[in-house]
């Protein structure tokens, strides 16, 4: 591996941010979820074409691995939101602004857990899906509250079906993150970024290198050794298809 050049370092580290490589076991305190999670959506990615919708789309940080003929990002519409002007559409966090079963996939990355109303959100989703349309779904199963007050639930992957089957989906294929020693590593290291935290970049800097980039090696090392637990995990990663049967 090889520094980036300055001129690049912002673009660099915001890779690192979501599709992390070896180098974001160094400046990346949610290495292990982060790369848990890109692995689980990639393996899913290559089957997400035509027409495809990410709810909650944020700076849209998987549409370059998305083989979309059209891909279209949905965010709440807040003021933080606005200013990023990642998204394509906005919502108030209602209805959807989009015609029914108007795309062929619906992507929605860590966004069901800040949802107060979930049938009524998963309602909308299978609502813009065309008949036999998939969803890409991940949600957290063991994480701190964070962006708080905005926090809602976490799901055990049997919870998880039974509010995807009630809003009119069939779990094609389900995924659990990190199910062995780096579970526990990413919740030290989440744990230490958060009492560590300053105003101060460089201070953050130097504390995630001296201090957080160890457990994340430590991590690494636990991964191989400690055996897997598939019952203690970071993230659900879901493939759902949208079924023949109404919601109820």
């Not at 400046?27 to 709810?55: I, K, Q, T, W």
């Not at 857990?113 to 949600?139: C, D, K, M, Q, Y």
């Not at 998880?160 to 993150?177: C, N, P, Q």
């Amino acid at each position: 591996m090889s520094a980036p050049a300055p001129g690049r370092f912002r673009r660099w580290w915001w890779r690192q941010q979501f599709t992390p490589n070896g180098w974001g076991l160094a400046v990346n305190p949610y290495y292990f979820a982060r790369r848990g999670l890109h692995r689980g959506l990639a393996e899913f990615f290559p089957g997400l074409r035509g027409r495809v919708l990410d709810v909650g789309c944020g700076r849209k940080p998987y549409r370059h691995l998305v083989p979309a003929t059209d891909y279209v990002g949905l965010e709440l519409d807040t003021p933080t939101a606005r200013q990023l002007g990642e998204a394509d559409l906005y919502y108030s966090g209602g209805g959807f602004p989009v015609p029914d079963a108007s795309f062929d996939a619906v992507i929605c990355s860590q966004v069901l857990e800040h949802i107060f109303t979930p049938a009524e959100f998963l309602g909308e989703i299978n609502r813009v899906l065309r008949p036999g349309g998939s969803l890409l779904l991940t949600t957290p199963f063991a994480w701190d509250e964070h962006e708080q007050p905005h926090d809602f639930a976490r799901y055990s992957s049997f919870g998880l079906r039974a509010v995807l089957e009630r809003a009119g989906f069939s779990v094609i294929a389900h995924r659990k993150t990190n199910a062995d020693g780096r579970a526990l590593a990413q919740l030290a290291s989440g744990y230490l970024y958060k009492i560590t935290r300053t105003r101060s970049r460089p201070l953050n800097g130097l504390v995630q290198l001296l201090v957080i980039a160890p457990v994340n090696l430590l991590g690494v090392l636990a991964g191989w050794l400690l055996p897997a637990n598939p019952d203690l995990y970071l993230d659900n990663v879901v493939l759902a298809q949208k079924s023949g049967a109404r919601p109820g």
